[in-house]
């Protein structure tokens, strides 16, 4: 195991993020990089490299934070390194061209805590990221780490845990939202001495990626957090469950773990309280149902993952048979702060019905992409103008998806709306694991609801016909849809295959696969009926409805779009106007990127048909 | 007790019941399809789903276990629209034409022979139509379209396997056979495969189901609701009109069977109460409907085999019989009922004749009684196919000690009881007396075994603490001598034998056949191979025999007679005439009793055969520069009367090759063979031809022999291989 020496001598520390995001942004190769300059300019006693968790701004990627000045940079490649080195850590003067400049401003930002994206932030699961290196132990202790689970362990019981986490309002992070407390009552008092617990981190959605994040930025927080609940019903065994996608989360964990029982955190006789608890990390294999509880144990058992009609309830009759208390990575994460600064205050934060604070992923059409951690109850608007940057190019915002395959669409006239689990569940949309992707003027919703809609019936199981059928069903008609065959009974069809399967359906899944189809037609309806029954896509996304037209009263005959064309399917002469042969276009939108901006003559077009 | 409310009427309930269970005893219909009273509830087929008050998603009363207080309701308008709408679901899967045609009833009176196409595209062409759980809830919910658009699978009807046919286009994958063939039947071949609208049922692999430790139980086939899976033997008729119980005879086990008759035709045997094996469930039907049945009786006349009436037939040989007084031998089959055996044995008696079967070795000290065996317990099974020849004696011991049993194979050769045994042990042949010894008794014993230390340790480790019971074909394996520590558990696969050991003398077909003063045969379903001439043979059994007779008497097998049989631990069980005996077939008995009046002789008081002796240890003769190859031969159980199944029905010979000589690939390099070339075996007393088998778990310089009478004389001795130019 690495130790590092703590050394109060360095004046500065460059902390470089070293999440998943910047590490494909080649992070790794700045950081080597930083570190031989730093030697070449013989700095090395002053100044320490640090790699850290993800910052959260993945937008802006590879981000290096001088500290203790608390500078930004930003899109460091590594050209830029030795001006940087010479320019602010010889002679102290930052690097403008390196800092952060939201659009459309055009001065930089140069302190972190400055930028809008950070400012409206609050860290409590987040706290540590990006102040320290994930995979050296003390550094989460000189923050104050493991000292809730010395409280825990030392001087409440069992009972007084559960009374403070209940007392807290926590609520279950991973989608449904259940009280974490209740949860661990029920488990609590089940007979028997064998219980097991379990860390979810499967995380399937496309674009979540939160707890990803906290797994590789702050892995500590998760196995402090999975110690106190241990104590708290009486478990002795715990797994993290985590996808295979996340190799370097599982790597880091796997330090993490190593460490802590090294360190007599974990393990045999915990802190010499005589409390013993393991933990071990078991792999996915690529499966959207595993995320579902009864389906995850059924993974971590070795056999097929395929969920199980509840009840009896994990709770009651979990892995092999046990009674096992399931929750998320952030859950687990929010459980330290809890004990270690008291339930009122964490209850102080957030709404009535939803406290404390939710990581959400911020993706999509938004100017500020990256992960961000808010107060529940905070606004829609808030988050994607304040926080999000607003949209790039100016465009219209027109939804955003919360809560990934399983949730729905927010529109604009309700972009008030506090986000919390209750609010959310009654727009039709539900919080799920947090992601939040933005939608633009130029999204077909339609498109939305079938793209969503296919990953669901891919991921499904196939136990129940409901969902393996039903989900199946809407794709086709919704691709028919979207390629011009809609016909008008298809909503009708589409809205009770959709209710039914909710109903009908064996596990969460199933029944909350309809959930996009549900919302786009809610507030969206329009834009179905203008693909069935005018065969139009208003947001000029679908291929089959659309078409690329050159204006002639722009076009310049310059040629370019011709010769780029990889169909052959524009014609003309130089200098004269150009025409695109619609029957061997494919639609490819080559010649719109290519047009000159000053022309700006290729357009797609979708007119009505009727 | 637990009170519960269902459909606004107060229950009890006893605790553990499932809402399902309850509605059932209580008369209370809801609609099933994956849910199977034997197997563990799946919730799959969302067909059986409640509302239960409190809950927003209404929930399966399979797995719904009942609790205080609940109130249920199992049949609002909410839910069967939900049930509509999943059944319409499913049937957007199967073809489904027919189901919702409006002019079903029409056409049932005008297409009949469309069935026997090769493609179901409707209930007209399946061969389950009118025998499907699809089709009887389609009726009950009602179903007059389906808004769904139709997408068949396009699957190739799976026709390579021997039995039943399995045509996934119509699975509608309800998981019931799986879930049989894994907890029930132990076999473990089938698993869901694939996820989503994907999933479908097969194999590991895909592979047929002969390499897959499929025993083609036909369990799946039984609980599959459609017609997916068909016995192909039965796929072209009607459902049965008439369902008969009987006790099988194929082996000493004697299931309990349906046989099912369709217009006095039998088309399939189906177990009854419990589990069957392959041979009652496939072997039955096909035998007695057999085309090489031969139901008339013939004599020879002019060197041909002619047909006569049953006077002429029983004259004659009563002549012949009479003539031949005291230089007669009967070979009987143990196949018969107790009632023939009788008769055979006051036949005998009469005509001062000499009566052999081909049980050869008599009472074995050990347990009979199978509810004797107790506690922890751990099972040798020495030289025997226990998931072959005795499953399901095999099933019950299995779920008797759940997973407390150990099992630990002791077996030179190919045992498939390997694939679920703790601990499989491949001793050298003829050793493995030596080895249980070595395994069970503390003192040091000189190990002739072959089997290396580590394993041995192993063995003893798993072995300590239980009662050991060895678990043995009697024809392949004799204990040394009464041991403290491991209890005989003898099993004959022949059905009444302990009948035949009590008053039977102790004649082997092999000791009569070498008598020369026998001149005349009569045999009662037994064909062994001949070496030499005699001046009359008498056959009376269901096909002709490889060599030529002179007169046969057609016998009608067991399904056809009325009779008792004695099983395996010595319970006396009826069998039950299911159909007129085919053509001019007559019972055993019949033909006995007339041919005894045709004599009329009278009946002495059959004497008391004289105490069996305890069987002999085989010694084993070690192989030779001359004979290099050790044969092993084990009994072909798979037989009824006078023929292997092999040898008449073609499924079993593909699923058991057990007229093949078995060897390993070097040993069948070294002569340059095949699988399936022929090849001449002699050893020192014998000499015959088999084509060549090649597996991997035939060791070094061995050869296995599957034995059945009809083969003739072959002694357990070293052999060498020939080649046939």
Not at chain 1, 310 to 332: C, D, F, H, M
Not at chain 2, 534 to 545: A, E, G, K, R, S
Request: charged letters at 25%; hydrophobic letters at 35%; aromatic letters at 6%.
């Amino acid at each position: 195991m690495r130790k590092k020496k703590i050394n109060r001598e360095f004046r500065q520390h460059l902390l470089v993020c070293a999440g998943t995001g910047c590490v494909a942004n080649h992070s790794f190769e700045i950081k080597e990089e930083l570190e031989k300059e730093i030697v070449r300019k013989d700095l090395q006693d002053e100044i320490q490299v640090v790699t850290t968790g993800c910052q959260g701004f993945c937008e802006r990627g590879p981000i290096v934070i001088v500290q203790p000045d608390g500078i930004f940079y930003q899109r460091i490649k590594k050209k830029d390194i030795p001006h940087l080195v010479e320019e602010h850590l010889l002679k102290g003067r930052p690097v403008n061209d390196l800092m952060y400049v939201p659009a459309p401003e055009e001065r930089p930002v140069p302190k972190m805590m400055d930028i809008d994206f950070f400012k409206h932030q609050r860290l409590i699961i987040l706290r540590n990221r990006g102040r320290l290196d994930p995979e050296n132990i003390e550094e989460y202790i000189g923050f104050d780490g493991y000292k809730a689970m010395e409280l825990a362990l030392t001087k409440m019981s069992s009972e007084e845990i559960i009374r403070e986490v209940k007392r807290a309002g926590l609520r279950g992070r991973g989608g449904a939202g259940f009280p974490t407390g209740k949860k661990w009552a029920l488990c609590r008092k089940e007979p028997g001495r064998i219980k097991y617990l379990i860390c979810n981190g499967d995380e399937g959605d496309p674009g979540a990626f939160m707890d990803r994040s906290v797994l590789e930025a702050d892995p500590h927080s998760v196995i402090e957090g999975m110690v106190i609940g241990a104590k708290a019903i009486g478990a002795h065994q715990g797994f993290v469950y985590v996808r295979s996608e996340y190799p370097l989360a599982v790597k880091r964990l796997k330090i993490a773990l190593e460490q802590a029982e090294a360190y007599g955190l974990l393990g045999e006789n915990i802190l010499g309280t005589g409390f013993n608890f393991h933990i071990d990390v078991v792999q996915g294999a690529g499966a959207f149902v595993c995320g579902e509880e009864t389906a995850l144990i059924a993974s971590i058992e070795g056999r097929v993952g395929r969920p199980k009609q509840r009840p009896p309830y994990p709770s009651q009759a979990g892995l092999w048979g046990k009674p096992t208390n399931i929750n998320n990575v952030e859950t687990w994460a929010n459980v330290p702060m809890i004990i270690l600064r008291g339930a009122k205050w964490f209850s102080s934060i957030g709404t009535e019905t939803s406290r404390g604070t939710k990581i959400f992923s911020l993706v999509g059409k938004i100017n500020n992409t990256g992960l961000v951690e808010v107060p529940m109850g905070i606004t829609m608007r808030e988050i994607i103008y304040d926080i999000g940057g607003g949209i790039p190019q100016g465009k219209e915002f027109k939804a955003v998806q919360t809560g990934g395959p399983s949730g729905g669409c927010i529109p604009k006239k309700m972009l008030d709306l506090p986000i919390d689990y209750e609010s959310l569940t009654q727009a039709g949309s539900m919080m799920g694991s947090g992601g939040m992707i933005v939608m633009d003027e130029d999204t077909c919703m339609v498109d939305v609801a079938r793209y969503f809609l296919n990953f669901t019936q891919e991921e499904s199981c196939g136990k129940c016909p409901p969902c393996r059928m039903g989900t199946k069903h809407m794709v086709y008609i919704l691709d028919r849809i979207t390629q011009g065959s809609g016909m008008p009974e298809d909503i009708k069809l589409l809205e009770s295959i959709a209710e039914n399967v909710e109903l009908a359906s064996l596990c969460g899944l199933g029944q909350t696969a309809p959930n996009p189809v549900l919302t786009t037609l809610r507030y969206f309806r329009d834009e179905y009926l203008a693909h069935i029954n005018e065969k139009r896509c208003p947001a000029l996304v679908c291929k089959t409805l659309i078409s690329y037209v050159i204006d002639p009263q722009l076009c310049g005959g310059c040629t370019v779009c011709a010769k780029k064309c990889p169909s052959n399917a524009i014609s003309g002469e130089p200098k004269k106007i150009y025409t695109i042969d619609q029957a061997k276009c494919t639609k490819c939108g080559i010649c719109i990127t290519v047009c000159p901006p000053k022309f700006n003559a290729v357009k797609k077009v979708s007119p009505a048909v009727k | 007790m637990i009170n519960i409310t269902i459909n606004g009427k107060r229950m009890r309930a006893k605790n553990g019941e499932t809402i399902l269970e309850i509605a059932e005893r209580s008369g209370i219909r809801i609609p099933t399809l994956c849910y199977h009273k034997d197997l563990t509830p799946f919730g799959g087929c969302r067909l059986c789903i409640v509302e239960v008050k409190g809950r927003k998603i209404p929930l399966t009363a399979c797995t719904l276990i009942a609790e205080e207080g609940m109130v249920i309701k199992t049949a609002t308008p909410r839910l069967q629209k939900l049930r509509r709408f999943t059944l319409q679901l499913i049937l957007s899967e199967h073809p489904n034409a027919c189901l919702v045609c409006e002019r079903e009833s029409d056409c049932a009176n005008f297409q009949e022979c469309i069935k026997k196409s090769a493609v179901t595209f409707g209930c007209k062409s399946c061969p389950q139509n009118d025998n499907c759980e699809l089709q009887d809830l389609v009726h009950e919910l009602d179903i007059r379209s389906i808004p769904f658009q139709f997408r068949y699978r396009d699957l190739e009807v799976e026709r390579h396997d021997p039995f039943f046919d399995r045509d996934y286009n119509l699975c509608i994958l309800c998981g019931r056979c799986i879930r049989m063939c894994d907890e029930i039947r132990q076999a473990n071949t089938l698993q869901f495969h694939h996820r989503g609208p994907d999933t479908m049922v097969g194999t590991a692999f895909d592979l047929p189901h002969l390499e897959s430790g499929c025993q083609f139980c036909g369990a799946c086939v039984d609980v599959c609701p459609t017609g997916a899976l068909r016995d192909r033997f039965s796929r072209y008729d009607k459902p049965p009109d008439k369902s008969i119980k009987t006790s099988c005879m194929l082996c000493s086990i004697g299931c309990a069977l349906n046989i099912n008759i369709t217009g006095g035709k039998m088309t399939c045997s189906t177990p009854r109460n419990d589990q069957i094996c392959v041979r009652g469930r496939f072997g039955i039907a096909p035998l007695v409907n057999h085309p090489k049945r031969i139901t008339k009786p013939m004599i020879r006349k002019g060197g041909q085999l002619v047909e006569v009436d049953w006077e002429e037939a029983l004259e004659f040989a009563g002549k012949k019989l009479k003539e031949n007084r005291n230089r007669t031998g009967m070979l009987i089959s143990p196949q018969l009922t107790t009632g023939a055996i009788d008769g055979a044995r006051s036949c005998a008696h009469s005509l001062g004749a000499r009566i052999a079967t081909p049980i050869s070795l008599h009472s074995l000290p050990g347990i009979y009684k199978l509810s004797q065996i107790q506690g922890q317990v751990a099972f040798f099974i020495v030289n025997t196919d226990m998931v072959g020849d005795f499953a399901v004696l095999l099933l019950k011991l299995r779920k008797k000690f759940k997973d407390k049993a150990v099992f630990i194979v002791i077996d030179a050769t190919r045992n498939s009881s390997a694939r679920f045994a703790d601990l499989v042990l491949n001793p050298r042949p003829g050793t493995e007396n030596n080895l249980i010894r070595i395994l069970t008794d503390p003192r040091k014993i000189l190990n002739k075994s072959g089997i290396p230390a580590a394993a041995i340790e192993t063995a003893r480790s798993l072995l300590k603490g239980r009662k050991i019971y060895a678990l043995f074909n009697a024809e392949n394996f004799i204990p040394a001598g009464p041991s403290k520590s491991v209890k005989p558990v003898p099993l004959h696969s022949h059905v009444n034998a302990e009948k035949i050991m009590k008053n039977v003398p102790n004649d082997t077909y092999g000791t009569l056949l070498k008598d020369k003063k026998i001149e005349c045969l009569y045999l009662i379903g037994a064909a062994p191979k001949l070496n030499r001439k005699y001046n009359t043979l008498i056959v009376q059994d269901l096909f002709l025999p490889d060599f030529d007779c002179d007169v046969f008497l057609p016998a009608a097998a067991f399904v056809e007679t009325d009779g008792s049989i004695i099983d395996l631990e010595g319970k006396k069980k009826q069998v039950r005439k299911a159909l007129e005996p085919a053509g001019k077939s007559r019972s055993d008995e019949w033909i006995l009793a007339n041919l005894v009046r045709v004599m009329n002789s009278k009946l002495k008081r059959s004497v008391r055969a004289k105490k069996s002796k305890n069987g002999q240890q085989k010694k084993l003769v070690r192989p030779s520069a001359k004979y290099p190859l050790q044969l092993v031969i084990r009994e072909n159980t798979y037989g009824y009367r006078s023929k292997p199944l092999s040898a008449i029905l073609k499924g079993f010979d593909r699923m058991r090759h057990d007229r093949y000589l078995w060897l390993n690939e070097k040993t069948a390099k070294k002569c340059g063979l095949q699988d399936g070339t022929y090849v001449n075996v002699v050893s020192r007393h014998a000499g015959f031809k088999l084509p060549v088998k090649i597996d991997p778990d035939i060791p070094d310089k061995t050869a296995l022999l599957y034995y059945h009478p009809s083969m003739g004389y072959i002694p357990e001795e070293p052999v060498r291989l020939e080649c046939i130019k």
